[in-house]
């Protein structure tokens, strides 16, 4: 029933790429299936799953699927564990202290945010998220943007060549690195 329109945002994704269209087209199917297998639409604008052209030296263009940071929140709220949850910037006038031994994280008066309201990146520290089990447990985690770029460094091939989805969308990278560092390593996932 689904099927239809899934093939059509497929197809919009790939004709609006044209790496994508020069990748293995069997990579692009596996890729595509993935995120049907797991609901998770693949426009890039609704951050939930992504088709990724990669460069193999021995391949050519192949494509891979990445999950996107809703994706990963859609896939911890569809397992029926989760009382709140949530992900955001930090930005400079909205922290006050940081412990990375114990990961607490301790924010001023929301009264005196004015930041946000411009919502100038350049007034961003870091990235924030957290989440709360039905059982009561809780968890959260904060990363400087420092610390994200060193991660993207180290990880992505295209965050290194300044391309992508890191170049065109840091934001939505950000927090889908802190939601997939405390989802992965806390949390619990449909």
């Not at 192949?62 to 940071?69: K, L, P, T, V």
């Not at 412990?99 to 945010?113: L, Q, V, Y």
């Not at 890191?166 to 990278?173: G, L, P, R, T, V």
């Amino acid at each position: 029933e689904q099927a239809p329109s899934f093939m059509a945002s497929v197809i919009n994704v790939v004709n609006g790429n044209e790496t994508l269209k020069a990748c293995n087209p069997q990579t692009v199917w596996g890729a595509a299936m993935i995120a049907a297998s797991l609901k998770l639409p693949v426009d890039p604008n609704l951050s939930f799953a992504y088709i990724i052209p990669y460069r193999d030296k021995e391949k050519g263009y192949i494509a891979q699927f990445q999950i996107g940071y809703k994706g990963l929140v859609q896939l911890a709220m569809r397992s029926g564990q989760y009382r709140k949850m949530s992900v955001s910037e930090v930005y400079k006038d909205e922290l006050k202290s940081y412990n990375p031994i114990t990961e607490e994280i301790e924010f001023t008066d929301p009264s005196t945010w004015k930041m946000r309201d411009e919502g100038k990146y350049e007034n961003i520290v870091g990235y924030y998220a957290f989440f709360e089990l039905i059982n009561g447990y809780r968890k959260e985690v904060f990363w400087t943007v420092e610390k994200i770029k060193q991660h993207a460094q180290h990880y992505s091939q295209s965050y290194r060549k300044g391309i992508g989805v890191w170049k065109e969308n840091f934001d939505a990278m950000a927090k889908k690195t802190v939601v997939k560092n405390l989802l992965s390593k806390w949390g619990i996932l449909s």
